[in-house]
């Protein structure tokens, strides 16, 4: 069983609409979760952290954690074609620093 | 503030040398992580260090990789006897240990190895 999975194939969304992405894991232990933006070509880009159960809002992102469920999802409000990339899950297994990835979703905005 | 740098960025290598590549960490960040992606994939874990010590390797990690962070500041990695199957991004991230914003990780522009 992966550690972090990512199932949803390419996203297209048009411009304006609201992308949905969602993420499970496999560590019930896991206690800090992320999401990472990642242009082709580029590093990761760190855009959402969260720790606790419920939502956190940043701006036209809110991710969303339920632990009991091993799910944390990103909502992007308001998509714009600058939103364009793949984005990657990730997730610190119980006990451990290092981060877990999942394979990423690609969203496509059209204009 | 400067980010995570890594050097060089670009690095192409015949199979059966040696690479060595250079990260240097945000400046207050105690913990520096190495990772590596290749295409259509999320970055696999190879090793981290906390200040100079080495806490914890991948053990998918092949002993012809290693690391180092002498004085707990920039970090290399060395690969041995380099392989085809090496070739990836090496992705250098680091953190600060003790925070409220727990084990957000941030990463460097990468050092992309191709290797002939």
């Known amino acids: 069983q992966k550690e972090v999975e990512q199932n949803s194939g390419p996203l297209s969304v048009p411009e304006g609409a609201i992308a949905s992405l969602n993420c499970t894991y496999s560590d019930r232990g896991s206690q800090s979760f992320f999401w990472y933006r990642q242009y082709s070509g580029k590093s990761p880009e760190l855009i959402m952290s969260?720790?606790?159960?419920g939502d956190k809002e940043d701006g036209r992102f809110t991710a969303q954690l339920n632990k009991a469920s091993q799910y944390v999802s990103l909502l992007i409000r308001d998509s714009q074609p600058s939103d364009s990339a793949t984005y990657l899950c990730a997730v610190s297994p119980g006990g451990n620093n290092r981060l877990a990835f999942g394979k990423g979703n690609q969203v496509v905005v059209i204009p | 503030d400067t980010g995570v740098s890594q050097n060089p960025r670009h690095k192409i290598t015949k199979r059966g040398q040696n690479v060595t590549f250079r990260c240097d960490p945000i400046?207050?960040?105690?913990?520096l992580y190495w990772y590596r992606q290749t295409l259509g994939q999320g970055p696999e874990f190879l090793t981290y260090f906390q200040n100079e010590a080495q806490l914890e390797k991948s053990r998918l990690l092949s002993d012809r990789f290693s690391a180092e962070r002498p004085k707990g500041s920039f970090s290399t990695l060395e690969i041995q006897r380099t392989e085809q199957g090496d070739s990836a991004m090496y992705l250098c991230a680091s953190s600060l240990a003790g925070t409220e914003t727990y084990n957000e990780q941030f990463f460097g522009p990468g050092t992309r190895l191709t290797v002939l």
């Open positions: 400046s207050e960040h105690n913990r």
């Open positions: 969260i720790y606790s159960n």
